[in-house]
């Protein structure tokens, strides 16, 4: 294994650079290797936390979770599902602030991408808009949990 350097040609990886190689590797066949997926992440700036990103980026291989074909890419994951638990201190899952909400429909994307065929969110969301209402919106999203689990 080799990488290229502009006016050097190959040279071989590091030892760093090969263990951090090795780890990506890793992490995408243990991705690959689970039959469901369960994402928790707060809404962060929109969105959730960029480690799920990066994360997310790192699983993202060809040949591996999708190929590449004559009609474009295909997900190669289509035996799996997965769940997105989003904890929102304000409305966005519908209203004015849905618009912004990008984490949710973020892996609603990739997950399709994937080819995963099964993907559902619970969101526990306006405890910090409503304080008085946050014990009934947890049970809520507490109930909601309980009757995907039967399915999931």
């Not at 040279?11 to 090969?18: A, D, H, R, T, Y």
């Not at 990739?110 to 009934?136: C, L, N, T, Y």
Request: net charge neutral; charged share 25%.
């Amino acid at each position: 294994m080799g990488k290229l350097q502009a006016g050097k040609g190959f040279e071989e990886l590091s030892s760093e650079e090969k263990a951090k190689v090795s780890r990506l590797s890793e992490l995408c066949e243990q991705f690959i290797a689970a039959d469901k997926y369960i994402f928790v992440t707060p809404l962060w700036n929109f969105s959730f936390p960029p480690v799920l990103k990066a994360y997310i980026d790192s699983v993202a291989v060809a040949g591996k979770s999708f190929k590449y074909t004559e009609q474009g890419p295909v997900g190669l994951l289509t035996d799996k599902k997965a769940l997105h638990i989003q904890a929102r201190g304000g409305i966005y899952s519908e209203g004015p602030a849905a618009e912004m909400e990008m984490g949710h429909r973020y892996l609603s994307i990739i997950m399709q991408f994937f080819g995963v065929p099964s993907f559902e969110g619970v969101f526990v969301e306006g405890h910090a808009a409503m304080p008085d209402k946050a014990q009934e919106i947890k049970e809520k999203a507490i109930a909601r949990s309980k009757d995907l689990a039967s399915t999931f």
